[in-house]
């Protein structure tokens, strides 16, 4: 374990693991930490080293002297290859690969922009950042969507109405519907998903660029979608694989929920 000092953001926290040499910049999902990916000790640890990042308002990474105000504008884009360069301090520059599953997925993609001449392998599972997900795009950019989130993020019943909702109608299914309910069950939980979603809401990556960089440096490129996520499915990010030459392209019998043995399971089948 160990913790970067980011200039203009903060304190980020980062766990170590993995049997491997190769270094793996490591991006988790709403609700865990940078532990998440140790699940996968048979088909990612033992080729690399893994440095998992812990997101703000998770784990041991803490925001310093930001407003509420300027949590809500969102975070510049631009902050995010300051996570390298301190790592770099510590670590030497050095070649790399990036790992994001979900809404960890637009930051390894922002790298890629960033350092393409230095990165081996893109991992994404059920990534963010391929396509506009409109659900988060209205609650964080929309006038009356940023009201909405506001107001329930403050009550103590519209959540679970809402969600009940939500899963009645069949916007979100059963395992999105746990997933939520368990990160806002409390009004310290609601906060933390309000302050997340505002804050990560200006780091989508230019997936045109990314494509391009992805091909022109032979970078390889692992896909993994859950065949049952209602979220980030692979049919929604089809048009920004079909720019890639040669990707990797899984589609697990899993949901939303993909990070878990079951898929260390399935992917060390694929292992050379």
Same mark, same amino acid.
């Given at each position: 374990?160990?913790? $970067?000092?980011? %200039?203009?953001?903060?304190? &980020?926290?980062?766990?170590?693991?993995?049997?491997?040499? @190769?270094? #793996?910049?490591?991006?988790?999902?709403?609700?865990?930490?940078?532990?998440?990916?140790?699940?996968?000790?048979?088909?990612?640890?033992?080729?690399?080293?893994?440095?998992?990042?812990?997101?703000?308002?998770?784990?041991?990474?803490?925001?310093?002297?930001?407003?509420?105000?300027?949590?809500?504008?969102?975070?510049?884009?631009?902050?995010?290859?300051?996570?390298?360069?301190?790592?770099?301090?510590?670590?030497?520059?050095?070649?790399?690969?990036?790992?994001?599953?979900?809404?960890?997925?637009?930051?390894?993609?922002?790298?890629?922009?960033?350092?393409?001449?230095?990165?081996?392998?893109?991992? $994404?599972?059920? %990534?963010?950042?391929?396509? &506009?997900?409109?659900?988060?795009?209205?609650?964080?950019? @929309?006038? #009356?969507?940023?009201?909405?989130?506001?107001?329930?993020?403050?009550?103590?019943?519209?959540?679970?109405?809402?969600?009940?909702?939500?899963?009645?109608?069949?916007?979100?299914?059963?395992?999105?519907?746990?997933?939520?309910?368990?990160?806002?069950?409390?009004?310290?939980?609601?906060?933390?998903?309000?302050?997340?979603?505002?804050?990560?809401?200006?780091?989508?990556?230019?997936?045109?660029?990314?494509?391009?960089?992805?091909?022109?440096?032979?970078?390889?490129?692992?896909?993994?979608?859950?065949?049952?996520?209602?979220?980030?499915?692979?049919?929604?990010?089809?048009?920004?694989?079909?720019? $890639?030459?040669? %990707?990797?392209?899984?589609? &697990?019998?899993?949901?939303?929920?993909?990070?878990?043995?079951?898929?260390?399971?399935?992917?060390?089948?694929?292992?050379?």
């Amino acid at each position: 374990m160990g913790y $970067l000092h980011i %200039p203009q953001l903060g304190q &980020v926290h980062y766990h170590e693991y993995g049997t491997g040499s @190769k270094p #793996l910049l490591a991006f988790h999902g709403y609700g865990m930490t940078g532990k998440q990916f140790h699940v996968l000790e048979q088909s990612v640890l033992p080729e690399y080293h893994v440095y998992g990042f812990d997101h703000f308002f998770h784990g041991g990474s803490a925001l310093k002297d930001w407003s509420e105000q300027q949590i809500i504008q969102g975070m510049p884009k631009a902050l995010v290859r300051n996570y390298v360069e301190e790592w770099f301090k510590l670590h030497g520059r050095q070649r790399f690969s990036v790992l994001g599953y979900s809404i960890g997925a637009n930051l390894a993609l922002i790298l890629v922009e960033e350092y393409a001449d230095l990165i081996d392998e893109v991992i $994404l599972m059920a %990534p963010d950042g391929l396509f &506009v997900y409109k659900g988060f795009h209205i609650l964080t950019h @929309k006038t #009356l969507g940023r009201y909405l989130f506001r107001t329930v993020t403050k009550s103590k019943w519209i959540a679970p109405s809402l969600l009940k909702t939500l899963k009645r109608v069949g916007f979100i299914d059963e395992s999105l519907y746990k997933i939520a309910w368990s990160e806002m069950d409390t009004e310290q939980k609601r906060l933390d998903v309000y302050y997340t979603l505002n804050l990560i809401k200006r780091l989508k990556p230019d997936t045109q660029k990314v494509a391009q960089l992805i091909n022109q440096h032979n970078i390889k490129c692992r896909l993994i979608f859950g065949r049952h996520d209602n979220l980030f499915p692979k049919r929604e990010a089809q048009p920004f694989i079909n720019t $890639l030459n040669n %990707p990797e392209v899984h589609e &697990v019998d899993l949901g939303h929920w993909l990070v878990t043995a079951d898929l260390d399971k399935y992917l060390v089948k694929f292992k050379v």
